[in-house]
């Protein structure tokens, strides 16, 4: 009997994934990241509510700034993108995969009932899609 492959979100997303709230420092944000290996996290609220999205990118030059310049850390929300890219956990990977060919984020937020389930990266997608080539 052949194993089933994945086909949906859902079946690779990282459920107990990294996260960060508004008031968090950049400086704590960026430990996490590297602690976790991802190129950005998700913003949310007490109630897990996906409203923003912070990525390296996003910081690297402001936490430069605080480390070499002596100046303070600034928050997560002065920072954060609001419009967000987000999935749900039942769309199939190969339609997300179609997506991220125009889409350039590398980590998207799964959001179910507008909460934060998981998330979901490009490397995700691409093992995913490698193991149903190679079944």
Known sequence: MKAAHPSTVRDIMSRDCYRVTPD???TTLAKGLALHRLP???????ADRLIGFISEQDVLGRVLDSIYHDHEAPLVKELMRHEVLSVS?????????????????????????????????RRDILVALLSIRCH
């Open 24 to 26: 968090a420092s950049i």
């Open 40 to 46: 950005g996290a998700p913003v949310v609220d007490a």
């Open 89 to 121: 956990p039942n769309k199939s990977i190969t339609d997300l995969a179609q997506e991220m060919l125009g889409a350039k984020p590398k980590v998207y937020p799964v959001v179910e009932q507008q909460r934060l389930v998981g998330i979901v990266t």
